[in-house]
């Protein structure tokens, strides 16, 4: 039985039990029999492994042990340790050790224990399991015995015997360490493929979880970039990512900036101890296996299908030990993991590369590689490119529509990975323009259908995986434009970061959209070669401008500085998160007339996707004059978020509640909380306009558990600390249910003063309705009734 933790489920940190036998790098299992330990949960995290270690060894049904494998530096040894830690006051602790002085010396290992036994004990192994127990069963003083072994490889074949025994009449539990399971002693491996010793191999940490260790050791939250430069170049070793640590810390490759550490270098040179980790391990290797790992050092990647047959038994070996990777995509390849161990295998002492290189995919065509010469068809179709990528730059995407679809254009006279580029840039600008549905359909033609291809660059891949899953709201327009983020640095992590950030932001999700994006921004602040640093402020601003209108406006004033190197999508997205954040740091007025003027360019460029977005953001913050201008634009739409926006809008025109309440449910199936709350606000206050007690009593059962507000409870408890005690009054008026009449009479005071207090109130708090007051208050805590 094996518990693998280096596979994973999503989310990444959590890890699988599986049957022995299973490649923690392949995925192929020498045993299809799942695993039947019952008392075992299905998912673990790594951190919890002591503990749940623990449980099984002194809880679960006897006998029960474990054997920890992984490579070097896997954290075996601390592993240990920690369940040491947990099991000290609860068993009786025996702890042996396997030494290359006592691995051919019979029951070396055991001689200690049965020193006081005498020689003639030692002549055969019924005498010596006699004695073992005996001495065991008075250490223990009722206590359950465990036996703590650490490279467990070393033991003697008569100690290792003698403890397989003890394990299977239950008189012990064991523990044992080892580099991998074909080099555990025979007994251990026999009692694993019994079930009786549970296998947990430690594989290679994964990004996320090194970004949790980094987390952890620098006492602060880590950029993407940093987490997934480490990882690749530790290879997830968890020995060797400390020494890395060590040395970009001493380097200041690694700096905190406003409480995040971020990648500031683009070399650190690792140093004599943390190059010793890697030269230590490469000199235990057979001398084929050197051999092997110089050869594929040499060719950089290799097709698996390559290595010849007679050296496959070389290649496993190191593969096991962590030295190699091989591709699990259908055209396999191996390479040597890391590029500190190619480095350490060819004998040189490069710097470490931080920021990973890249090519500029969205730079001009001319110019580069591949270049056609002399055929005229080659020279039209990158020349039409070369138009069409100009437009892009412009944001005139019905231009980018007009060249790619010319009859002139023919893609097949351009090389593979120019095809695959004009096709996502037809598949953008088509669903900026309004037709998602045609662009889904173009998505066909990046999907790679030559034998040998190449994979897809990662900002085809995304606009591709997007498309096949897009469903035409803001988040679906997010997801396609995210490639415009990769085009000037992919690989780095930090593009990705944002884009995530990006994606929960738009869809109503402040609290998981501010842990990604605040990284991406810091990062960017250091390397920013896509000029998307003010993106990301202005995305920080409107997450944050519910919670802290003073931090919000810090954000905008980021957001404003101009950038040379931002594509027209990176710019425009920033102009419309900077709109709404004013909402939280201006008013809703202010944000709605920002978001007009943005709809108005978005018409003169003919980018309808981004026009009825802007347009329904603007009626969204209370704008209903533009309600006709969006069931006009809707209409010539394709996707379901036009088809929200124009239920939405013929809702409010009509001010009809139940046409607002399912344009509400339509958006949270499209998984858009933020417009479901919006939608929902819209509902009471139509209710409320039409004073039927009926009308308002069915509203508020439907928009129970959506209205709301954004933000946390420390943010509201802030801005309702700045009212004032006549407007303190009025909230607590409202929270006791009392009408704007019966508080005017309360207060000696006219129902139009009442209002003005309600007014300046719902101003302060950023909400509009009493329902979204009420949320606010429930938020805080502040006020009781």
């Not at 206590?143 to 009449?169: F, K, M, N, Y």
């Not at 549905?437 to 999907?447: P, Q, R």
């Not at 396609?480 to 085009?487: G, I, K, R």
């Not at 501010?514 to 640093?533: C, K």
Request: proline fraction near 5%; include cysteine.
């Amino acid at each position: 039985m094996s518990y693998d933790t280096s596979t994973h489920a999503y989310p990444p940190a959590r890890i699988e039990w599986h049957q022995a036998g299973l490649n923690p790098r392949t995925g192929v299992s020498s045993s299809t029999t799942p695993s039947h330990h019952s008392t075992s949960p299905s998912h673990q995290t790594r951190a919890l492994l002591p503990q749940t270690l623990r449980d099984l060894l002194l809880e679960g049904p006897a006998p029960s042990s474990v054997l920890l494998t992984g490579e070097p530096g896997s954290g075996k040894t601390a592993l240990l340790r920690s369940m040491v830690d947990h099991l000290r006051t609860t068993a009786c602790l025996i702890h042996l050790r396997g030494t290359g002085r006592y691995a051919r010396e019979p029951y070396g290992a055991l001689r200690v224990l049965l020193a006081e036994a005498g020689e003639d004990v030692l002549s055969h192994p019924v005498r010596v399991i006699s004695a073992l127990t005996r001495v065991l069963k008075d250490k223990a003083l009722g206590l359950p015995v465990i036996v703590v072994v650490d490279d467990a490889h070393h033991l003697d074949e008569d100690s290792t015997t003698v403890l397989g025994q003890l394990v299977q009449a239950g008189s012990i539990r064991l523990v044992a360490a080892c580099s991998d399971l074909t080099a555990a002693p025979f007994s251990f491996q026999t009692l694993c493929l019994k079930g009786t010793l549970v296998r947990v191999d430690l594989g290679p940490l994964t990004q996320q979880e090194v970004a949790a260790y980094l987390a952890a050791a620098l006492g602060a939250t880590a950029s993407r970039a940093s987490s997934l430069a480490l990882h690749t170049h530790s290879g997830g070793n968890p020995r060797l990512l400390g020494a890395l640590v060590r040395d970009y810390v001493a380097a200041g490759a690694l700096n905190c900036v406003e409480g995040v550490w971020v990648l500031t270098s683009h070399a650190v040179r690792p140093s004599e101890a943390t190059t010793a980790l890697i030269t230590d391990r490469i000199v235990m290797l057979r001398p084929s296996q050197r051999r092997l790992l110089r050869t594929l050092a040499a060719a950089g990647t290799t097709p698996l299908a390559a290595v010849p047959a007679d050296i496959l038994g070389d290649l496993d070996d190191l593969q096991e030990q962590g030295m190699l990777s091989i591709g699990s995509d259908r055209w396999a390849t191996v390479s040597v993991a890391t590029p500190l161990l190619s480095d350490a295998v060819l004998g040189l002492t490069n710097q470490i590369d931080g920021f990973s290189p890249h090519l500029a995919l969205s730079g001009s065509i001319t110019g580069q590689e591949g270049q056609p010469v002399g055929d005229p068809r080659q020279q039209r179709a990158a020349s039409i490119l070369e138009r069409a990528r100009r437009a892009a730059t412009e944001g005139r995407f019905r231009d980018v529509v007009t060249e790619l679809r010319s009859p002139e254009f023919v893609p097949a006279a351009l090389d593979p990975d120019h095809r695959r580029l004009a096709a996502a840039w037809l598949c953008e600008a088509l669903a900026f323009t309004g037709r998602v549905d045609d662009a889904k359909e173009a998505a066909g033609a990046l999907h790679p259908n030559v034998a040998g291809q190449p994979s897809l660059p990662s900002r085809i891949a995304i606009t591709l995986a997007t498309l096949e899953a897009v469903s035409g709201n803001l988040t679906g327009l997010l997801e396609v434009s995210a490639h415009h983020l990769l085009n000037l640095g992919p690989g780095t992590g930090t593009h990705e970061e944002l884009a995530e950030g990006l994606i929960y932001a738009a869809a109503g999700r402040p609290a998981e959209a501010e842990p990604l994006l605040n990284p991406a921004l810091r990062q960017l602040q250091v390397h920013d070669p896509a000029g998307a640093a003010p993106l990301a402020a202005a995305a920080l601003a409107f997450v944050t401008a519910a919670d802290n209108p003073a931090q919000a406006t810090d954000y905008l004033a980021i957001a404003s500085l101009p950038s040379r190197t931002a594509s027209w999508t990176v710019r425009r997205l920033t102009k419309h998160f900077a709109a709404l954040a004013l909402a939280g740091t201006a008013s809703a007025d202010r944000s709605a007339f920002e978001l007009r003027e943005l709809s108005r360019e978005d018409a003169a460029l003919g980018n309808s996707s981004w026009e009825l977005m802007t347009l329904c953001g603007a009626m969204r913050q209370g704008d209903t004059g533009v309600a006709q201008s969006i069931l006009k634009l809707s209409a010539s739409c394709q996707g379901r978020f036009a088809a929200l926006s124009q239920l939405y809008a013929k809702g409010v025109d009509a001010e009809d509640a139940e046409l607002v309440l399912q344009a509400m449910d339509l958006a949270q199936n499209l998984g858009d909380q933020a417009f479901a709350r919006d939608a929902a606000a819209s509902a009471v206050q139509l209710a409320a306009q039409s004073g039927e007690r009926s009308t308002i009593a069915y509203v508020a059962d439907r928009v129970r558990g959506v209205v709301g507000v954004s933000g946390t409870a420390l943010g509201a408890r802030r801005q309702l600390a700045s009212l004032t005690r006549r407007e303190v009054e009025v909230v607590t008026a409202v929270v006791d249910g009392r009408t704007n009449r019966e508080l005017a009479l309360a207060m000696d005071v006219s129902v139009r003063t009442v209002e003005g207090h309600l007014h300046r109130v719902y101003t302060k708090l950023h909400v509009r309705t009493r329902a979204e007051l009420l949320a606010k208050v429930n938020l805080s805590n502040a006020f009781r009734r």
